[in-house]
């Protein structure tokens, strides 16, 4: 089992709907979780950290995280063209980050 | 604020060879750590130094080490290299040690023949 697992995809989304991100882990005492976007060729850029159960909104960004589940995920509401990239789960484990494979997302017009 | 800076952006050895990566990070970070990314196989930690020291590292052989200077910049480095460590090697931050959110700069892409 993988420490870090998300649908590869690529998950297909019509402009201006919501794409929705799913990604678990294994480690149970992880308390700090991230999501990087990663266009080709591009070093990942962090969008979002979260920390304790439930919701956290950042602009068109919303994570969630259930650590009962060991569960995060993130909403992308209004997708957008430029949202079109490979979303990166990362979950740290003693001061490194352990990251999922990635979605990629693919935004249609 | 100057973001994570790396050099150089491409680097090309041959099998055998050494290769050094050099890292500066985010002005008033302290903590730097190191990732390997290679086609096919995501993004897997390498190292993770923190005031002058090595707190962690990840599952790769001796020769890759590394350290950390002083004004908190960073070197990697790679003997022996083989085939299989061409890959984009990146470098990340963070303003405190342990949990916290790592600010990863543009990396270098080794290539080795």
């Known amino acids: 089992q993988k420490e870090v697992e998300q649908n590869s995809g690529p998950l297909s989304v019509p402009e201006g709907a919501i794409a929705s991100l799913n990604c678990t882990y294994s480690d149970r005492g992880s308390q700090s979780f991230f999501w990087y976007r990663q266009y080709s060729g591009k070093s990942p850029e962090l969008i979002m950290s979260i920390y304790s159960n439930g919701d956290k909104e950042d602009g068109r960004f919303t994570a969630q995280l259930n650590k009962a589940s060991q569960y995060v995920s993130l909403l992308i509401r209004d997708s957008q063209p430029s949202d079109s990239a490979t979303y990166l789960c990362?979950?740290?484990?003693?001061?490194?980050?352990?990251f999922g494979a990635g979605t990629q997302v693919v935004v249609t017009p | 604020e100057a973001g994570v800076t790396q050099s150089p952006t491409h680097l090309i050895k041959t099998r055998g060879q050494q290769a050094t990566l050099r890292c500066s990070p985010i002005s008033g970070h302290t903590s730097v750590y190191w990732y390997q990314q290679a086609l096919g196989l995501g993004l897997q930690f390498l190292l993770w130094y923190d005031e002058g020291e090595e707190r962690n590292r990840g599952n790769f052989p001796p020769r890759f080490s590394g350290r950390q200077f002083p004004n908190y910049s960073s070197e990697l480095n790679v003997n022996a290299l083989e085939l299989e460590d061409s890959a984009l090697y990146l470098c990340a931050s963070s303003h405190e040690t342990g949990a916290h959110e790592q600010y990863f700069g543009p990396g270098t892409r080794l290539t080795v023949t």
């Open positions: 990362a979950v740290n484990s003693w001061g490194k980050l352990q």
